[in-house]
């Protein structure tokens, strides 16, 4: 298996655009967890899936920040308008059914920055 | 509500050296512990977990963690590193009574083994 695979890898922009990340989660896996990363916080859960149905969204910081999953095979998150403070490394993962957040499994994640 | 303690931001070590890496944690209902790995440029990969049982876990690539519910932590060791164990290390915990599906992590301790 491929694992999970996020695109971009990177992605620059200005303050103000749309960004918007994605995520293919590994075949099988039924749960789909979106986590920001930064120096000052750490890691974030931000939003996490089951059956393709958002369970909590408790932890995207605010409205500018969506995601869906449209089917088992894709996930994305998108942020409009972007800022600044919306640096920072997104991860997606996935997890086995029944499993939830007992054992994750990372993509390499997207490095965002928002000029 | 949870939260995890990762005292140390930065652990250097000499190959061959044994190592630990503490963590602590706070919750007011029981959880389930993790430690996860991220190698540069990847995302995390989980090392291990308590669930329940021995209080002395262990896990992939020699390392080790016990826990200990009267001090609340759950430290992570390794008898000798190699320069490959070269990576952030993250402690995670879990409450018990939201199946898994949350997960909140520590800032994280980097490792750095040098020769």
């Known amino acids: 298996d491929a694992g999970v695979i996020q695109s971009p890898r990177h992605e620059v922009t200005e303050m103000g655009q749309e960004v918007t990340l994605r995520c293919k989660p590994i075949?099988?896996?039924?749960?789909l967890f979106w986590y920001r990363q930064t120096m000052m916080r750490g890691l974030e859960l931000l939003i996490y899936?089951?059956?393709?149905?958002?369970?909590?969204d408790s932890g995207m910081p605010e409205d500018r920040f969506s995601a869906k999953m449209p089917n088992a095979s894709f996930s994305t998150l998108k942020i409009q308008p972007s800022e600044p403070r919306d640096s920072a490394v997104y991860f997606c993962?996935?997890?086995?059914?029944?499993?939830?957040?007992?054992?994750?499994?990372f993509g390499s994640g997207t490095q965002l920055s928002v000029l | 509500a949870q939260s995890v303690t990762q005292l140390d931001s930065q652990v250097p070590v000499f190959e061959e050296a044994p190592v630990e890496l503490r963590c602590n944690y706070s919750?007011?209902?029981?959880?389930?512990l993790f430690w996860y790995v991220q190698y540069p440029n990847q995302g995390l990969q989980l090392l291990l977990k308590?669930?329940?049982?021995?209080?002395l876990v262990k896990g992939i690539n020699g390392f080790e963690a016990e826990f200990n519910k009267s001090q609340t932590s759950f430290h992570l060791r390794k008898p000798s590193v190699h320069i490959s164990d070269t990576a952030e290390y993250f402690c995670?915990?879990?409450?018990?009574?939201?199946?898994?599906?949350?997960?909140?992590f520590g800032t994280g301790t980097r490792l750095l083994v040098s020769p």
């Open positions: 919750s007011s209902v029981s959880v389930y």
């Open positions: 075949s099988g896996h039924d749960y």
């Open positions: 308590y669930l329940s049982g021995s209080t």
């Open positions: 995670a915990v879990s409450p018990l009574n939201t199946g898994f599906q949350k997960l909140v």
């Open positions: 993962a996935s997890s086995q059914p029944g499993t939830g957040s007992e054992k994750l499994f």
């Open positions: 899936f089951n059956n393709n149905v958002p369970i909590d």
